[in-house]
């Protein structure tokens, strides 16, 4: 993020230093607010979030139900009942 290339080309000149350590400081702040906005932005709301939690219970409920099923099947299978 911070490099020019592989050194063939680099600032000289104490103005073109400083532009340089400008240049990069900026470019890390951009990066780190970058992050910032996609991070605020895929967090829930608490409604979303009440929501996610009714959908994730129904979906546990359902994985619960379906092994008890096989359970149930494999007994009956393997018993003969």
Not at 23 to 33: A, D, I, K, Y
Not at 49 to 72: C, G, P
Request: proline share 2%; glycine share 8%.
């Amino acid at each position: 993020m911070t490099t020019v290339g592989y050194g063939d080309y680099y600032p000289r000149t104490h103005l073109g230093r400083f532009l340089g350590i400008i240049c990069t400081f900026w470019g890390v702040f951009l990066v780190s607010m970058m992050v910032v906005t996609l991070t605020m932005s895929s967090e829930f709301e608490p409604k979303e979030q009440r929501a996610f939690d009714i959908l994730y219970r129904l979906l546990i409920r359902d994985r619960i139900k379906n092994r008890a099923a096989s359970v149930v099947t494999h007994v009956v299978r393997t018993r003969g009942l």
